[in-house]
């Protein structure tokens, strides 16, 4: 079975201008998310997917190529990530690439491991056919509420704990990928939530350089 990696970076960013090259511990966001794909030895690919010579440049430098830019049309805001990376999926397929499955890393993510990567693969490959994605936790039900209609808090009930989508990794066969379909089954890859950062806003930004500081001061 063959996986390609790919990380999906457009220039454009509302919430964050310029996000996937903000710096973030003196190293541009991007570079984490491709230096965990790299180390992890798990994808027989890797590719950056953006609309940016910028990008793509940056990324070449820490050892991965952005075969073609996306073209302007699959790099606005409300172009699906999927849509997009189709369109790298079909020219790598006519320069005779072919792949089993497909792996998006989110350059938001900058804490994903390797491991957390070939922990993914390895999950994927002994479950097929399924879809893995990653998932952090946000707490036992009972931290948790909605709001009813007459806008009381109702309380969730039970002890189990609560996974959000956190982003940092999708997992999928190619032919589900490209036809939208849903797979047999999606399984989970649980990541902690500190590993589980998602940024998207100048705080989150900030939150995750803290981070860092404190691990460099420990």
């Not at 310029?18 to 690919?45: E, F, M």
């Not at 302007?72 to 792949?99: K, S």
């Not at 589900?176 to 902690?192: F, S």
Request: proline share 8%.
């Amino acid at each position: 079975m063959t996986i390609v990696g790919i990380i999906p970076a457009r220039s454009g960013s509302k919430r964050l201008p310029g996000k996937n090259l903000a710096p973030l511990g003196g190293q541009p966001l991007i570079r984490y998310t491709c230096d965990a794909a790299l180390a992890s030895g798990a994808l027989d690919a890797i590719y950056v997917n953006t609309d940016s010579r910028e990008i793509a440049d940056v990324a070449e430098s820490h050892g991965i190529s952005s075969p073609v830019l996306r073209p302007e049309a699959l790099a606005r805001d409300d172009t699906p990530t999927r849509d997009a990376n189709i369109f790298l999926l079909d020219f790598l397929q006519r320069r005779g690439e072919c792949y089993d499955a497909v792996m998006v890393l989110q350059p938001t993510s900058p804490f994903r491991t390797p491991h957390d990567i070939s922990a993914a693969v390895a999950l994927y490959e002994a479950n097929r056919p399924c879809a893995v994605v990653s998932m952090s936790p946000v707490g036992p039900a009972g931290w948790l509420g909605r709001v009813g209609r007459d806008g009381r808090l109702e309380r969730l009930d039970g002890e189990d704990v609560i996974y959000r989508l956190n982003g940092a990794i999708y997992l999928y066969s190619c032919i589900d990928y490209r036809g939208g379909a849903q797979p047999p089954r999606t399984l989970v890859y649980a990541m902690p939530a500190a590993r589980g950062v998602d940024i998207d806003t100048p705080e989150d930004l900030q939150h995750a350089e803290c981070v860092i500081q404190q691990a460099l001061h420990v």
